[in-house]
Protein backbone atom coordinates (compact mmCIF):
# COMPACT_ATOMS: atom_id res chain seq x y z
CA UNK A 1 0.00 0.00 0.00
CA UNK A 2 1.58 3.11 -1.24
CA UNK A 3 0.37 7.28 -0.84
CA UNK A 4 2.87 9.81 -1.83
CA UNK A 5 6.20 9.45 -4.07
CA UNK A 6 8.44 11.99 -3.65
CA UNK A 7 11.82 12.70 -5.36
CA UNK A 8 13.21 14.13 -2.69
CA UNK A 9 12.53 13.53 1.43
CA UNK A 10 10.12 15.79 2.94
CA UNK A 11 10.31 16.36 6.93
CA UNK A 12 6.55 17.13 6.91
CA UNK A 13 5.72 14.10 5.03
CA UNK A 14 6.00 11.11 7.22
CA UNK A 15 4.59 8.29 5.38
CA UNK A 16 5.60 8.89 1.66
CA UNK A 17 8.27 7.24 -0.56
CA UNK A 18 11.16 8.47 -2.34
CA UNK A 19 10.97 7.09 -5.58
CA UNK A 20 14.54 5.84 -5.32
CA UNK A 21 13.55 3.27 -3.17
CA UNK A 22 9.76 2.49 -4.36
CA UNK A 23 12.38 1.38 -7.72
CA UNK A 24 13.99 -0.66 -5.58
CA UNK A 25 10.90 -2.47 -3.99
CA UNK A 26 9.39 -2.82 -7.29
CA UNK A 27 12.66 -4.55 -8.80
CA UNK A 28 12.47 -7.02 -5.85
CA UNK A 29 9.25 -7.98 -6.27
CA UNK A 30 9.37 -8.28 -9.84
CA UNK A 31 12.31 -11.06 -9.43
CA UNK A 32 11.10 -12.84 -6.36
CA UNK A 33 7.44 -12.18 -6.15
CA UNK A 34 4.78 -12.44 -8.67
CA UNK A 35 3.07 -9.21 -8.89
CA UNK A 36 -0.24 -9.22 -10.77
CA UNK A 37 -2.72 -6.73 -11.00
CA UNK A 38 -5.64 -6.81 -8.11
CA UNK A 39 -8.28 -6.94 -9.48
CA UNK A 40 -7.14 -10.64 -11.72
CA UNK A 41 -5.59 -11.87 -8.14
CA UNK A 42 -9.11 -11.48 -6.07
CA UNK A 43 -10.62 -13.30 -9.02
CA UNK A 44 -7.97 -16.10 -8.68
CA UNK A 45 -7.75 -15.73 -4.66
CA UNK A 46 -11.59 -16.80 -5.16
CA UNK A 47 -11.51 -19.32 -7.22
CA UNK A 48 -8.69 -20.59 -5.29
CA UNK A 49 -5.49 -20.67 -8.33
CA UNK A 50 -3.63 -17.98 -6.72
CA UNK A 51 -0.20 -18.24 -7.19
CA UNK A 52 2.10 -18.57 -4.43
CA UNK A 53 4.17 -15.37 -3.76
CA UNK A 54 1.34 -13.21 -5.34
CA UNK A 55 1.77 -9.73 -4.84
CA UNK A 56 -0.54 -6.95 -5.51
CA UNK A 57 0.42 -2.98 -5.90
CA UNK A 58 -2.04 -0.52 -4.54
CA UNK A 59 -1.74 3.51 -4.44
CA UNK A 60 -4.08 5.47 -2.33
CA UNK A 61 -5.78 8.90 -2.77
CA UNK A 62 -4.72 10.22 -6.00
CA UNK A 63 -1.93 12.13 -6.19
CA UNK A 64 -0.21 13.35 -8.96
CA UNK A 65 2.89 11.99 -8.10
CA UNK A 66 1.31 8.43 -8.89
CA UNK A 67 0.83 9.90 -12.68
CA UNK A 68 4.38 11.72 -12.80
CA UNK A 69 6.98 9.12 -11.11
CA UNK A 70 5.39 5.92 -10.10
CA UNK A 71 4.00 5.57 -13.58
CA UNK A 72 6.72 5.21 -15.19
CA UNK A 73 8.65 3.29 -12.43
CA UNK A 74 5.77 0.78 -12.58
CA UNK A 75 6.48 1.30 -16.90
CA UNK A 76 9.88 0.40 -16.71
CA UNK A 77 9.67 -2.51 -14.01
CA UNK A 78 6.55 -3.51 -16.24
CA UNK A 79 4.48 -4.32 -13.47
CA UNK A 80 0.59 -3.08 -12.62
CA UNK A 81 -1.05 -1.22 -10.09
CA UNK A 82 -4.61 0.04 -8.66
CA UNK A 83 -4.94 3.75 -7.51
CA UNK A 84 -7.96 4.41 -5.31
CA UNK A 85 -9.05 8.02 -5.81
CA UNK A 86 -10.57 10.68 -4.17
CA UNK A 87 -12.57 12.14 -6.94
CA UNK A 88 -13.98 15.48 -5.32
CA UNK A 89 -9.98 16.66 -5.08
CA UNK A 90 -9.22 16.14 -8.41
CA UNK A 91 -8.30 18.95 -10.90
CA UNK A 92 -6.73 21.11 -8.14
CA UNK A 93 -8.33 19.94 -4.48
CA UNK A 94 -6.60 19.10 -0.97
CA UNK A 95 -7.24 16.24 1.05
CA UNK A 96 -7.51 17.69 4.53
CA UNK A 97 -4.00 16.08 5.61
CA UNK A 98 -2.74 18.27 3.42
CA UNK A 99 -4.59 21.19 4.32
CA UNK A 100 -3.19 20.73 7.56
CA UNK A 101 0.33 19.97 6.90
CA UNK A 102 0.67 22.72 4.28
CA UNK A 103 -0.93 25.13 7.03
CA UNK A 104 1.41 24.04 9.22
CA UNK A 105 4.52 24.73 6.64
CA UNK A 106 3.71 28.00 6.06
CA UNK A 107 2.68 28.84 9.92
CA UNK A 108 4.90 31.51 11.11
CA UNK A 109 7.08 31.33 14.27
CA UNK A 110 4.99 31.91 17.79
CA UNK A 111 1.83 30.68 18.69
CA UNK A 112 -0.65 28.70 16.18
CA UNK A 113 -3.49 28.23 17.25
CA UNK A 114 -6.88 26.85 15.16
CA UNK A 115 -9.90 28.09 17.34
CA UNK A 116 -11.17 24.52 17.66
CA UNK A 117 -12.51 24.16 21.03
CA UNK A 118 -10.40 21.15 22.80
CA UNK A 119 -7.06 21.36 20.50
CA UNK A 120 -4.70 23.06 22.49
CA UNK A 121 -2.57 26.30 20.55
CA UNK A 122 0.55 25.10 19.36
CA UNK A 123 4.00 26.46 19.65
CA UNK A 124 5.79 26.64 16.17
CA UNK A 125 9.35 27.44 15.14
CA UNK A 126 12.07 24.87 13.93
CA UNK A 127 11.45 22.28 11.67
CA UNK A 128 11.10 19.31 14.55
CA UNK A 129 8.42 21.57 16.10
CA UNK A 130 6.08 21.63 12.67
CA UNK A 131 6.48 17.95 12.72
CA UNK A 132 5.08 17.92 16.01
CA UNK A 133 2.06 19.77 15.56
CA UNK A 134 1.52 18.17 12.13
CA UNK A 135 1.36 14.62 13.59
CA UNK A 136 -0.57 16.01 16.96
CA UNK A 137 -3.40 18.06 14.89
CA UNK A 138 -3.77 15.09 12.63
CA UNK A 139 -4.42 13.19 15.52
CA UNK A 140 -6.66 15.25 17.52
CA UNK A 141 -8.73 15.74 14.21
CA UNK A 142 -8.73 12.63 11.90
CA UNK A 143 -12.08 11.72 13.42
CA UNK A 144 -13.79 15.78 13.15
CA UNK A 145 -17.25 15.22 12.19
CA UNK A 146 -17.36 15.10 8.44
CA UNK A 147 -19.06 18.54 7.93
CA UNK A 148 -16.93 20.61 10.67
CA UNK A 149 -13.56 19.27 9.20
CA UNK A 150 -14.80 20.47 5.62
CA UNK A 151 -15.16 23.39 6.99
CA UNK A 152 -12.04 24.07 9.06
CA UNK A 153 -10.34 22.49 5.68
CA UNK A 154 -12.06 25.38 3.54
CA UNK A 155 -10.86 27.88 6.57
CA UNK A 156 -7.57 27.25 6.34
CA UNK A 157 -7.16 26.99 2.74
CA UNK A 158 -8.42 30.30 2.68
CA UNK A 159 -5.45 31.27 4.93
CA UNK A 160 -3.37 29.63 2.56
CA UNK A 161 -4.62 31.53 -0.14
CA UNK A 162 -1.83 31.73 -2.55
CA UNK A 163 0.82 29.10 -0.73
CA UNK A 164 -2.18 26.13 -1.28
CA UNK A 165 -0.78 23.78 -3.75
CA UNK A 166 -3.07 23.12 -7.09
CA UNK A 167 -1.42 20.50 -8.28
CA UNK A 168 -1.20 18.06 -5.84
CA UNK A 169 -3.80 15.38 -6.40
CA UNK A 170 -3.98 14.35 -10.18
CA UNK A 171 -6.47 16.18 -13.00
CA UNK A 172 -9.13 14.13 -14.85
CA UNK A 173 -6.04 13.64 -17.60
CA UNK A 174 -3.77 11.87 -15.34
CA UNK A 175 -6.39 9.70 -14.35
CA UNK A 176 -7.39 8.79 -17.75
CA UNK A 177 -3.93 8.66 -18.72
CA UNK A 178 -3.27 5.96 -16.10
CA UNK A 179 -6.05 3.48 -17.39
CA UNK A 180 -5.08 4.38 -20.94
CA UNK A 181 -1.48 2.46 -19.44
CA UNK A 182 -3.04 -0.37 -18.44
CA UNK A 183 -3.69 0.74 -14.56
CA UNK A 184 -6.43 0.18 -12.71
CA UNK A 185 -8.79 3.10 -10.81
CA UNK A 186 -10.51 2.39 -8.21
CA UNK A 187 -13.33 3.94 -5.59
CA UNK A 188 -12.10 5.68 -2.67
CA UNK A 189 -15.07 7.80 -1.78
CA UNK A 190 -15.25 11.64 -3.53
CA UNK A 191 -14.62 13.01 0.07
CA UNK A 192 -12.08 10.96 1.19
CA UNK A 193 -14.59 10.45 4.35
CA UNK A 194 -14.70 8.25 6.87
CA UNK A 195 -17.93 5.71 6.31
CA UNK A 196 -18.43 5.71 9.85
CA UNK A 197 -18.70 8.81 10.51
CA UNK A 198 -21.76 9.58 8.22
CA UNK A 199 -25.04 8.04 8.27
CA UNK A 200 -26.33 5.09 6.04
CA UNK A 201 -27.41 7.62 3.59
CA UNK A 202 -24.34 9.82 3.21
CA UNK A 203 -21.93 6.75 3.13
CA UNK A 204 -24.29 5.66 0.01
CA UNK A 205 -23.95 9.03 -2.10
CA UNK A 206 -20.42 9.14 -1.04
CA UNK A 207 -19.30 5.96 -2.61
CA UNK A 208 -22.02 6.06 -5.71
CA UNK A 209 -20.56 9.40 -6.41
CA UNK A 210 -17.15 8.93 -6.37
CA UNK A 211 -17.96 5.73 -8.85
CA UNK A 212 -20.15 7.32 -11.14
CA UNK A 213 -17.29 9.93 -11.46
CA UNK A 214 -14.23 7.57 -12.22
CA UNK A 215 -16.62 5.23 -14.20
CA UNK A 216 -17.32 8.18 -16.52
CA UNK A 217 -14.04 9.57 -16.41
CA UNK A 218 -12.08 6.15 -17.91
CA UNK A 219 -15.17 4.85 -19.89
CA UNK A 220 -14.82 1.89 -17.62
CA UNK A 221 -16.97 0.07 -14.73
CA UNK A 222 -14.38 0.28 -11.44
CA UNK A 223 -13.46 -3.35 -10.33
CA UNK A 224 -12.53 -2.57 -7.02
CA UNK A 225 -12.80 0.18 -3.83
CA UNK A 226 -10.21 1.15 -0.51
CA UNK A 227 -12.49 1.92 2.62
CA UNK A 228 -11.05 5.64 3.29
CA UNK A 229 -8.75 4.89 6.76
CA UNK A 230 -9.05 1.52 6.37
CA UNK A 231 -9.83 -0.18 9.89
CA UNK A 232 -12.10 -2.44 10.17
CA UNK A 233 -14.97 -2.21 12.43
CA UNK A 234 -13.30 1.73 13.29
CA UNK A 235 -13.53 3.26 9.54
CA UNK A 236 -15.76 0.88 8.08
CA UNK A 237 -18.33 -1.83 9.18
CA UNK A 238 -20.30 -5.06 7.74
CA UNK A 239 -22.70 -2.47 6.21
CA UNK A 240 -20.35 -0.93 4.09
CA UNK A 241 -19.01 -4.21 3.11
CA UNK A 242 -22.68 -5.34 1.64
CA UNK A 243 -23.28 -2.04 0.17
CA UNK A 244 -19.49 -2.26 -2.05
CA UNK A 245 -20.43 -5.68 -2.55
CA UNK A 246 -24.27 -4.36 -3.77
CA UNK A 247 -22.61 -1.79 -5.81
CA UNK A 248 -20.52 -3.80 -7.73
CA UNK A 249 -17.23 -3.87 -6.46
CA UNK A 250 -15.89 -6.79 -7.25
CA UNK A 251 -13.34 -6.58 -4.74
CA UNK A 252 -12.23 -4.34 -1.89
CA UNK A 253 -9.13 -3.18 0.45
CA UNK A 254 -8.63 -2.31 4.24
CA UNK A 255 -5.66 -1.24 6.17
CA UNK A 256 -5.76 -4.06 8.46
CA UNK A 257 -1.49 -4.84 8.19
CA UNK A 258 -1.31 -8.49 6.65
CA UNK A 259 -1.51 -11.20 3.86
CA UNK A 260 -4.56 -12.33 2.35
CA UNK A 261 -5.32 -16.05 1.90
CA UNK A 262 -8.21 -18.15 0.65
CA UNK A 263 -9.91 -17.65 3.88
CA UNK A 264 -10.10 -13.41 3.55
CA UNK A 265 -13.26 -12.13 2.38
CA UNK A 266 -12.30 -10.56 -1.29
CA UNK A 267 -14.42 -7.39 -0.36
CA UNK A 268 -12.08 -6.59 2.65
CA UNK A 269 -8.50 -7.66 1.86
CA UNK A 270 -5.67 -6.99 3.65
CA UNK A 271 -2.82 -4.67 2.89
CA UNK A 272 0.93 -3.36 4.74
CA UNK A 273 3.24 -0.61 4.03
CA UNK A 274 6.38 -1.82 2.65
CA UNK A 275 9.25 0.68 4.15
CA UNK A 276 12.27 -1.28 3.30
CA UNK A 277 14.99 0.25 0.70
CA UNK A 278 16.97 -2.31 0.49
CA UNK A 279 16.52 -5.99 -1.67
CA UNK A 280 16.91 -7.77 1.37
CA UNK A 281 14.53 -6.31 3.52
CA UNK A 282 12.13 -6.11 1.38
CA UNK A 283 12.16 -10.11 1.02
CA UNK A 284 12.51 -10.66 5.07
CA UNK A 285 9.69 -7.81 5.35
CA UNK A 286 7.63 -10.37 2.91
CA UNK A 287 8.41 -13.40 4.75
CA UNK A 288 7.96 -12.03 7.92
CA UNK A 289 4.38 -10.73 7.07
CA UNK A 290 3.38 -14.18 6.23
CA UNK A 291 2.87 -14.23 9.95
CA UNK A 292 0.35 -12.37 9.64
CA UNK A 293 -2.35 -13.65 7.70
CA UNK A 294 -6.22 -13.23 7.06
ZN1 LIG B 1 -6.97 7.26 1.44
Known amino acids: MYHRVLEHPDPLQGEIHLARVMDTQFRTLRQFFKVLPLDEAAEMLMAGRLP ?15 HDLALPLLQRHGLSATFYVASAYLNGGLIFHDVLVETIRHASTGTFDLGIEGIQPLHISDVASRIAAAEHLMGAMKYLPPVQRQQLSERLIGTLGAKAPRSLMMGDEEVRAMS ?44 SFAYPNGKPGLDYDAKHV ?6 GYRNAVSTHSAVGTRQASVHELPRFVLNETTPIGVILRMLRMTTYAV
Not at 53 to 61: E, L, P, Q, S, Y
Open 180 to 223: RHGMSIGGHTAHHVILSKLSPEAAREEIVSNQQTLSSLIDKPLV
Open 52 to 66: PRAVCITFDDGYRDN
Open 242 to 247: ELVREL
